[in-house]
């Protein structure tokens, strides 16, 4: 894979939000060893998701009850993900998109029309995401690492998912917070799932990597609580706070050979 710019340099000099000051995590990121997943997180996961599961159970009931009844069964969205370049595990979400046999892959413009209205509230309030509860209490998944892969996607960059993989998938991380806005933008023109996914392929997943590889050499405690709390703002206020850029990040398309990167 072939990233036709100097995205660490360009990213840390063109970020304008003023609360999200990322240098100290692009700063020496490509020369630094990929960081094994210390298990004091694990530990912070396991307590975290028992005080959350408390309040939230309530809630998750209150929605489980009400998609039943707007949209019938089934309540939950299950699907298969890796959580190591070997392992899959079944990701949990409530229901938010019209069910159909065949889907699969990245959500484009051709799959907004199933997103019902209620799965649209759920989405943009994150509420969907509560069933991964339980995924980060079985050991799936962690509070904050890179969103879990589709097995293909990682057959595809098997190098690289072998770093990022490293430690557990999370329920946010650093590249949902500085490029989820952009990569809806580019699939927001994709008229079909072809055209999905080759825009995932070449200009979306790339990037995603990029990032995800920078977070598994700088990951520390202090960056899994700035994510944590920039997500929980971005929930609770209903604004979208993730740095904006200026200009693209990719120059120009992924160069993708024999089934790995670089």
């Avoid at 990121?29 to 975290?48: E, H, Q, T, W, Y």
């Avoid at 899994?224 to 200026?246: A, F, G, M, Y």
């Amino acid at each position: 894979m072939t990233i036709h710019h100097d995205w660490n340099k360009t990213y840390a000099e063109r970020l304008s939000t003023p609360a999200s000051r990322l240098g100290w995590v692009l700063r020496g990121a490509a020369g630094d060893a990929i960081n094994p997943m210390p298990v004091s997180k694990r530990l912070a996961d396991i307590v975290l998701a028992l005080i959350l599961l408390l309040p939230l159970s309530l809630i998750m009931g209150a929605v489980a009850l009400t998609l039943l009844i707007l949209q019938g069964r089934p309540v939950f969205y299950s699907a298969q993900r890796m959580k190591s370049p070997t392992r899959a595990f079944t990701q949990l979400k409530f229901r938010t998109m019209l069910c159909q046999d065949t889907d699969s892959g990245a959500t484009g413009a051709h799959k907004h029309w199933r997103i019902t209205p209620i799965g649209h509230f759920l989405r943009r309030t994150r509420i969907d995401e509560l069933p991964q509860l339980f995924n980060i209490l079985k050991g799936d998944m962690s509070f904050v690492g890179p969103r879990p892969p589709l097995r293909e996607y990682v057959e595809r960059f098997p190098a690289d998912y072998a770093q990022v993989l490293t430690s557990r998938p999370g329920v946010t991380g650093l590249a949902t917070l500085i490029y989820h806005r952009h990569e809806d933008r580019i699939l927001a023109d994709c008229q079909s799932a072809e055209a999905t996914e080759s825009a995932y392929y070449r200009r979306c997943l790339p990037a995603k990597l990029k990032i995800d590889l920078i977070y598994q050499r700088r990951r520390d405690m202090r960056l899994d609580l700035w994510v944590l709390w920039s997500t929980l703002k971005i929930v609770v206020s209903h604004r979208d706070e993730r740095p904006r850029r200026h200009k693209p990040l990719v120059s120009a398309d992924a160069e993708v050979a024999n089934g790995s990167s670089r």
